[in-house]
């Protein structure tokens, strides 16, 4: 069987846009987490996680 010249592979979608900002505003939350560990805040950096991880399922619908 020989071997096609040219092999078209599909591409996947482009996120856009939005999917960019959230994971930079993501990013943002996690930087704000890290912070909030390193200052002993145990409390705050749970809650700026959880909030990232919710960011990143809306970012996914």
Not at 11 to 35: E, N
Not at 48 to 53: D, K, N, P, R
């Amino acid at each position: 069987m020989p071997i096609p010249e040219k092999v078209f592979i599909p591409a996947g979608k482009d996120p856009g846009q939005f999917h960019f900002y959230v994971s930079l505003v993501k990013s943002a939350i996690r930087i704000g987490a890290g912070i909030a560990l390193i200052m002993g805040s145990l409390v705050w950096a749970g809650a700026l996680l959880i909030g990232a991880e919710i960011l990143g399922i809306v970012e996914e619908l």
